[in-house]
């Protein structure tokens, strides 16, 4: 199973962006799907994550009310939508992909991870 991220840029405060995260070699519909970050100097943090077991999406405060994300069962493919971006989103975002029953926001359910998508925003 691979994950290709992509869609990251710089983009201005207030601007929005959408990331992209394309699964293969197995069915989207087969995994819960996070996206996780890791700003400069940081460690890793969970952003969102929509659950395969009752279809439930969890938010990180910090982005509740600003990001979404969406599945394309068809493509394969989830995206996430970043609305009134801040500096403070300034982050190598990764998606990621698990198959158990554990909760999506927790690193220590992820099987598999994507390579990272940089997103700068400038004040």
């Known amino acids: 199973v691979q994950l290709q991220a992509s869609g990251g840029g710089l983009v201005q405060a207030g601007d929005s962006l959408r990331l992209s995260c394309q699964v293969s070699?197995?069915?989207?519909?087969?995994?819960?799907m996070s996206w996780f970050r890791q700003a400069p100097g940081k460690d890793r943090e969970f952003v969102i994550c929509?659950?395969?077991?009752?279809?439930?999406?969890d938010y990180s405060a910090s982005v509740k009310g600003r990001f979404t994300m969406r599945r394309d069962n068809a493509k394969n493919t989830v995206f996430l939508e970043m609305n009134d971006l801040k500096p403070a989103d300034t982050a190598v975002y990764y998606c990621a992909a698990g198959s158990g029953l554990g909760s999506c926001y927790y690193e220590t359910n992820v099987d598999h991870w994507g390579q990272g998508t940089l997103v700068t925003v400038s004040s």
């Open positions: 929509n659950s395969k077991n009752d279809g439930k999406t």
């Open positions: 070699g197995r069915t989207l519909s087969t995994y819960s």
